[in-house]
């Protein structure tokens, strides 16, 4: 099957106005189409500028210096006509506040649709699925100081959701989730790589969600991309993780404790569930 | 009850049946109203409709408290500038001097005159507060083809207004957390600490901007380019129409103010000569 290079960052530098350090050094990056890619990396690594550079909103919201290329479907992001690229780009921003511009749960929805020129007919039908798909039908006619967090990001997501963009970038989403709401965006996340083609790139500090639906990861560490590989050889390189601040999730953890100590020497599993397997194996053994 | 950005509205009313633009329409018109009535008498009548509109649309009386000391300053701020501050005038009654400031009866008959033409207002204001959410005053303006952009911008002035009030109770909050209590404090002391919050409010609005701005530009949202001239259904409207009893409404409210400008300018009625309140005012204060 052929797969197509939808996202292609070369040799890609980006510093802001006023800063010493670039944000972004030297990044080279390709991304493929209908891939789920999780982006880890210590706070100040760069992840947030990297999703706002595939979005456009660096350079266009943002000062500073920029070198290389960061291309979106064949084109450089700087070519793209305003709000064009998010038509194709939907990010997801990590402070579910600060993403409302409306004054209903059904406004915010239906802002995006109404912005790319969507008839009624067809936000009507969008609006339908994205609220099925995200579990929003009540909270349609609540103000956004009404709900709660979890559901203030479920709408920040359905909002982006319902212009259906190519890309999903999600950086940091349930960061100021509980347990609960955090899985319940996990599960939409899920749905939509289940049932769309969207190429997803999720931006988590909390992998126990993120792992088993991630095809690839990425390591961001002082402005560098580290480490690119599918998801099982990437945790492999726990060591390499740990020492730069990246935490695999605590199965993964505990394996790799048990590999360190000479005790264990195939695959880290990537769930607590996949631990508990092969933990049972090594113990029947 | 629910809260809103701007006050309280009931749950359930039938007010809520009426078109949002009808609301706007009864407080751009109404609040008019006041201005060619000169008798406070009128006036109280207009407070006492519009209280009694209030009552049918279940309004929440208790939680009209919330507008009394917006009366009271006005009141007060109104009553000072035409007493204390209103000159002197050997051509008025004099009705009383205290502490060298002369009290006549023109100057708080006018005082009055302009009090009773405010308070209505103040009490159009209130019905639509408390009937209206923030999302039919959009509507409204949407209804009558106000451009987007314009509708937007109040939208998101009014979104910008909730967040700082909730960022203020974040910061309060975190204050009080640190030991910080400024009840019974003095006047002084609490206005200097309350500087102390401006800060991080304002390090916290600067922030919210550049999100917020991220969050429009991301949900495809441009003021100018091709995409600003794409045609926008307006979906939110299909929610909305008008019913016969809207264009009743409609009717009533435009007849009302044309019978009172007939009145006023026509028959001479509604002057501060013929209000019998103040007749009866003068009467007891002389």
Redesign the interface.
């Known amino acids: 099957m052929h797969v197509s290079k939808i996202i292609e960052v070369q040799d890609y530098t980006w510093k802001y106005i006023n800063t010493s350090v670039p944000a972004l050094a030297e990044i080279n990056l390709t991304i493929e189409e209908g891939s789920f890619v999780g982006v880890i990396g210590p706070n100040g690594a760069g992840k947030t500028t990297l999703a706002f550079s595939i979005d456009g909103l660096v350079p266009g919201q943002y000062n500073g210096v920029k070198k290389g290329s960061v291309k979106v479907f064949g084109k450089e992001v700087e070519d793209y006509d305003k709000g064009e690229l998010q038509q194709l780009v939907g990010v997801v921003f990590s402070d579910p506040e600060a993403q409302f511009t409306a004054m209903t749960v059904e406004d915010e929805l239906v802002f995006g649709m109404e912005n790319i020129g969507l008839s009624l007919a067809e936000i009507k039908e969008r609006l339908e699925w994205v609220t099925e798909l995200t579990e929003l039908s009540n909270l349609l006619m609540k103000p956004p100081y009404e709900i709660s967090g979890g559901q203030k990001q479920r709408v920040a997501l359905a909002a982006v959701l319902a212009m259906r963009p190519k890309i999903l970038i999600l950086d940091e989403p349930t960061s100021m989730l509980d347990p609960v709401s955090r899985g319940r965006i996990f599960k939409v996340l899920a749905k939509l790589k289940e049932e769309e083609n969207n190429t997803i790139i999720v931006i988590e500090h909390s992998l126990e969600n993120l792992v088993p639906l991630a095809d690839q990861m990425i390591l961001m560490s002082e402005s560098k991309l580290v480490l690119h590989d599918k998801t099982q050889p990437f945790f492999q390189q726990s060591k390499m993780l740990l020492e730069k601040g990246a935490f695999p999730p605590g199965a993964m953890l505990f394996f790799h404790l048990l590999h360190e100590r000479g005790l264990y020497q195939g695959e880290y599993p990537l769930t607590v569930a996949g631990g508990a397997e092969l933990l049972r194996d090594l113990m029947g053994k | 009850m629910?809260?809103?950005?701007l006050g309280y509205v009931p749950n359930e009313s039938p007010i809520y049946a009426v078109h949002p633009f009808v609301k706007l329409y009864f407080l751009l018109v109404v609040s008019l109203f006041p201005m060619f009535v000169s008798a406070p008498d009128w006036n109280i009548i207009l407070m006492v409709v519009i209280i009694l509109l209030m009552w049918i649309s279940k309004v929440n009386m208790s939680t009209l408290k919330i507008y009394i000391p917006v009366a009271i300053s006005m009141g007060t701020i109104i009553f000072l500038s035409y007493t204390v501050l209103g000159g002197t005038h050997p051509e008025f009654e004099l009705l009383a001097r205290i502490w060298g400031i002369n009290f006549y009866w023109e100057r708080i008959r006018d005082a009055l005159v302009v009090y009773f033409r405010v308070l209505p207002m103040i009490f159009t204001m209130v019905f639509f507060l408390s009937t209206s959410?923030?999302?039919d005053i959009?509507v409204a303006m949407r209804s009558i083809k106000v451009p987007f952009v314009v509708t937007y911008i109040f939208?998101?002035a009014?979104?910008s207004a909730?967040?700082v009030l909730?960022d203020f109770g974040i910061v309060r909050q975190a204050e009080k957390a640190r030991g910080f209590d400024p009840a019974g404090k003095s006047i002084a002391y609490k206005i200097r600490q309350y500087v102390m919050y401006m800060v991080p409010l304002f390090a916290l609005s600067l922030r919210?901007s550049e999100?917020?701005?991220?969050?429009?530009?991301?949900?495809?949202?441009?003021f100018?380019?091709?995409?600003?001239r794409?045609?926008?259904?307006?979906?939110?409207l299909?929610h909305y129409s008008y019913k016969y009893f809207d264009y009743i409404f409609i009717a009533l409210i435009t007849i009302a103010f044309i019978a009172l400008l007939v009145y006023r300018y026509g028959y001479g009625y509604f002057q501060v000569d013929q209000s019998w309140l103040l007749r009866l005012l003068r009467s007891w204060v002389s």
Request: zero cysteines; glycine letters at 8%.
């Open positions: 629910n809260k809103t950005l959410r923030e999302r959009i939208a998101m009014l979104r909730g967040m909730e919210r999100e917020f701005t991220n969050a429009l530009v991301a949900r495809g949202y441009a100018t380019g091709k995409v600003s794409v045609k926008r259904a307006d979906y939110i299909t």
